[in-house]
């Protein structure tokens, strides 16, 4: 089965380019729709191709993937080019701050199933700190690419997934992690993926949840939202109540992926950064 990974990009040079390298072997392509970025994240992807990726690395730019995410037409837009222009059997919503550990177990994925699951460990403030509760440990976020297939949903709303029209026609029904439900088989991928979705700094995790909380709550004043997300476990990175849904973080000794140290030293220098 040929799998390509996509999915828009923006300000992503922290993680992205790992996230490319721990599977390149084994995808049949990634296709992302990359927003004007002032990180280096442009031309980091574009080190990557010419070095490494070539033609398995699609970079599609344009001025209408630089969008506000509470533009709901503009934000589903950049997530169906990517489908659109994707050539392999079945698309992976795989975000860049995604490693996976054993890549190679696509090639055993069951071909009699509509979309898959992979499992998923994350990880707060620093790659031994993992969320133990309050994140699913199941994401289904690769589909095949047929019966419709397309994104659909606000950024952070509560039925933001990818569909299959033909399927499911203009319901949007999201039921996460009971997969019994949905109306089409759902696999499980056996990838293994870490999720290091809270490493990044307090200013970017704050923005963030002030991002999700405008979706879920429009009605709120930007003042109550500042302030819920100043308290939510995802920016604080503190154990919570049950306020904000039950969080939990537990210090591991799991390894780092060997590819941070294959690449740390390399990317460093193309982002004009010192190496640690």
């Known amino acids: 089965m040929k799998v390509s990974v996509f999915g828009p990009v923006k300000n992503e040079a922290d993680f992205i380019g790992y996230s490319i390298m721990d599977c390149l072997e084994h995808v049949h392509e990634f296709v992302y729709a990359v927003a004007k ?32 995410p509470h533009d709901m037409a503009a934000y589903n837009n950049a997530f169906n080019v990517c489908i659109q222009q994707a050539t392999g059997d079945a698309v992976w919503f795989k975000h860049p701050d995604q490693i996976c550990l054993n890549a190679e177990k696509i090639k055993d994925m069951s071909k009699d199933a509509l979309a898959w699951t992979t499992n998923m460990t994350s990880y707060a403030g620093d790659f031994n700190t993992q969320i133990t509760k309050g994140r ?14 397309h ?23 999201f039921h996460g992690t009971d997969f019994k439900r949905y109306p ?19 200013k970017r995790r704050f923005e963030k949840m002030k991002s999700c909380l405008k979706t ?61």
């Open 37 to 68: 970025s002032d990180d280096g994240t442009d031309e980091l992807l574009d080190y990557i191709k010419e070095k490494y990726a070539g033609d398995k690395l699609k970079i599609l730019r344009s001025p209408e993937f630089d969008f506000n």
């Open 136 to 149: 699913a440990t199941q994401w289904k976020n690769i589909h095949a690419k047929k019966f419709g297939l």
């Open 151 to 173: 994104y659909y949903g606000g950024y952070g709303s509560v039925n933001e997934d990818m569909y299959h029209k033909d399927i499911t026609g203009r319901a949007y029904d």
């Open 184 to 202: 089409f088989r759902v696999a499980d991928s056996g990838l293994n993926v870490n999720h290091y979705c809270e490493l990044k700094g307090y």
């Open 216 to 276: 879920l709550y429009p009605g709120w004043t930007d003042a109550r939202i500042a302030e819920v997300a100043t308290q939510h476990p995802r920016v604080t990175l503190e154990q919570s109540s049950d306020a904000y849904g039950h969080f939990e973080f537990k210090k591991t000794n799991a390894p780092v992926p060997d590819v941070f140290q294959r690449y740390r030293s390399e990317f460093e220098q193309v982002l004009g950064r010192k190496s640690a």
